[in-house]
């Protein structure tokens, strides 16, 4: 089959690698009707060391199960499926509490050891809890909303759910990036009156505002701050959505928090320490999060996309075939584009 594989920064090459296998008598194979590319692949996009061997990229994606190993109950050739960026038992004690991304047993698609999904067909460890089946009446029309829920809808809501977002409550969202997009989707669906995106691009601010977005700040480090604070009688935000990872997104998110406010973090860090301690210790925020546990957010979101009240699927503005792959990750990373879907 053909898939995209990762040797090192800045190269990205699509080749014929061997068909998946069944490994495990729990995996299943699912042929990959869409899948796309992430924000989170532009930091190795970015700064991969070189490998001769390559990666396999990708971690979203939806398709059909193609063959299921000898232990698979719950999922069936044949059946459409959700695949979330993170595969997971379903029975473990982080499971059973709803943190699918902390499985005992689990890890991540697309990495050094489980191959990914931006390929014609892609292994699934533990198919009975990893995959999320769709009836097969699913309309085309919603294909890319329902390939958001293998990642950035879910990472959007769970940044909102770790910020604590609620009705009446005042939200920003740090990065207009298709998470940011997705956070201010899942702020608006829970209730936040006043949605603040900080972002500086004109077609993802437009989308931000058709998806909720009350009022935009383009300003950067203490300039946001202030706009921020200028919007919300001086005091700052309830609820703080970090959907960036980088040092000054974070000094931000945190100080603009009002005090005994909340930071949910998505953006994957590029340090190795928090930053802003000093003001989140004066003010009591909360700063939490991590990588979304999106399989235990499938069961809410769902009905949402199925009947149209949130259309997550926007954020996808380019669509490429598998040949199209390396200038996605282009396009992605010089801004050209906010997110890629892929047909392969
Ligand atoms: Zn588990």
């Known amino acids: 089959m053909r898939a995209t594989l990762m040797y090192g920064a800045g190269d990205v090459r699509i080749e014929n690698v061997p068909d998946p296998q069944i490994i495990e008598p729990t995996d299943a194979l699912i042929r990959v009707t869409r899948a796309c590319v992430c924000g989170s692949d532009l930091w190795p996009y970015q700064k991969m060391e070189r490998s001769d061997t390559g990666r396999v990229m ?26 979330p960026f993170a595969f997971s038992d379903g029975t473990c004690v982080f499971c059973h509490d709803g943190l699918q991304t902390s499985c005992v047993h689990g890890g991540f698609f697309g990495t050094p050891e489980v191959a990914g999904a931006q390929a014609e067909a892609v292994r699934i460890p533990l198919a009975d809890g990893t995959l999320f089946p769709i009836g097969a009446h699913a309309d085309d029309a919603l294909m890319p909303s329902l390939l958001t829920l293998a990642d950035v809808m879910g990472t959007g809501h769970h940044a909102a759910v770790i910020a604590r977002v609620a009705p009446g409550k005042s939200v ?18 829970l209730g936040a009156e006043q949605i603040i995106i900080l972002g500086r691009h004109a077609d993802r601010i437009a ?15 203490d300039g946001a701050v202030d706009r921020v604070r200028e919007l919300t009688g001086g005091y700052g935000v ?38 802003g301690s000093e003001p989140a210790f004066y003010n009591n925020v909360t700063v939490g999060g991590g990588p979304a546990p999106v399989r235990a957010y499938i069961e ?13 699927g926007r954020v996808f503005d380019r669509t490429v075939g598998l040949d199209g792959v390396p200038g996605g990750y282009r396009a992605m990373n010089d801004r050209e584009a906010i997110k890629v879907m892929v047909t392969p």
């Open 172 to 189: 920003a969202v740090v990065g207009d990036g298709a998470v940011g997009l997705c956070g201010v989707i899942a702020a608006k669906r």
């Open 238 to 275: 309830h609820s703080v959505l970090e959907c960036v990872g980088l040092e000054q997104a974070m000094n931000t998110a945190i100080s603009i928090a009002r005090p005994g406010g909340a930071v949910g973090r998505v953006g994957v860090p590029q340090e190795q320490t928090i930053p």
């Open 58 to 83: 990708g971690h979203e994606a939806i398709g059909v199960v193609e063959e299921v190993g000898a232990d698979v109950r719950r999922i069936k050739r044949g059946d459409f499926v959700i695949m």
């Open 300 to 312: 809410e979101l769902l009905p949402d996309v199925l009947e149209g009240n949130i259309g997550p």
């Open 207 to 221: 989308l931000a505002k058709d998806f909720g977005a009350t009022n935009v700040v383009s300003e950067r480090g």
